[in-house]
T-cell receptor, first 116, second 113 residues
Framework: DVKVTQSSRYLVKRTGEKVFLECVQD?????MFWYRQDPGLGLRLIYF???????EKGDIPEGYSVSREKKERFSLILESASTNQTSMYLC???????????????FGPGTRLTVL | AQSVTQPDIHITVSEGASLELRCNYS??????LFWYVQSPGQGLQLLLK??????LVQGIKGFEAEFKRSQSSFNLRKPSVHWSDAAEYFC???????????FGAGTRLAVHP
């Protein structure tokens, strides 16, 4: 079974703090994704990575950065946390899209971040 | 632009009743379609997916979904709902390269005993 783990289930930070959210997958997947989930908005893609040290912006990258130094680990960084970044953050991983066929994304349990 | 619409924000059904959750998508090419379920406080679990072939797809936990190209729909069904099915359900379409997904806003299902 694919396992995607996230470093914290709940996190409380103060405005202006630098925040690191860590995600680790154990299935040697090339692709990794960071989403934020807000009520009524579903999941929105922040950033994704298709290989070590490679990253692409998603739909809402403002205020976030990412790091992928090892294949199994993908970090989301909030350089200066703000209250509007209070949300549920979900990490996912997948194999690459081969022969035009999309593959399943496997999700971690999520980190609920509160910024005060 | 690619998009996914789930018209129902909340649905309440009685235990044992049938269920249909609606999903409409907008995508120019052949869509890859997914249904995920999220139990309270948990991540997303894949229920089923459609890539090609038979338009009626069977998934886990007794769920099925039917792809209708003419209606741009991929509705999720279950003949008899159990109390443990109470959760939030997300429809998604695979968009472009790198296995990116576009999600709908979700439908929250409540089950009455």
């Amino acid at each position: 079974d694919v396992k995607v783990t996230q470093s914290s289930r709940y996190l409380v930070k103060r405005t202006g703090e630098k925040v690191f959210l860590e995600c680790v997958q154990d299935m040697d997947h090339e692709n990794m994704f960071w989403y934020r989930q807000d009520p009524g908005l579903g999941l929105r893609l922040i950033y994704f990575s298709y290989d070590v040290k490679m990253k692409e912006k998603g739909d809402i990258p403002e205020g976030y950065s990412v790091s992928r130094e090892k294949k199994e680990r993908f970090s989301l960084i909030l350089e200066s946390a703000s209250t509007n970044q209070t949300s549920m953050y979900l990490c996912a991983s997948s194999l690459p899209r081969l022969a035009g066929v999309a593959d399943t994304q496997y999700f971690g349990p999520g980190t609920r971040l509160t910024v005060l | 632009a690619q998009s996914v619409t789930q018209p129902d924000i909340h649905i309440t059904v009685s235990e044992g009743a049938s269920l249909e959750l609606r999903c409409n998508y907008s995508y120019g090419a052949t869509p890859y379609l997914f249904w995920y379920v999220q139990s309270p406080g948990q991540g997303l679990q894949l229920l089923l997916k459609y890539f090609s072939g038979d338009t009626l797809v069977q998934g886990i936990k007794g769920f099925e979904a039917e792809f209708k190209r003419s209606q741009s729909s991929f509705n999720l069904r279950k003949p008899s709902v159990h109390w443990s099915d109470a959760a939030e359900y997300f429809c998604a379409v695979g968009a472009g390269g790198y296995n990116k997904l576009i999600f709908g806003a979700g439908t929250r299902l409540a089950v009455h005993p």
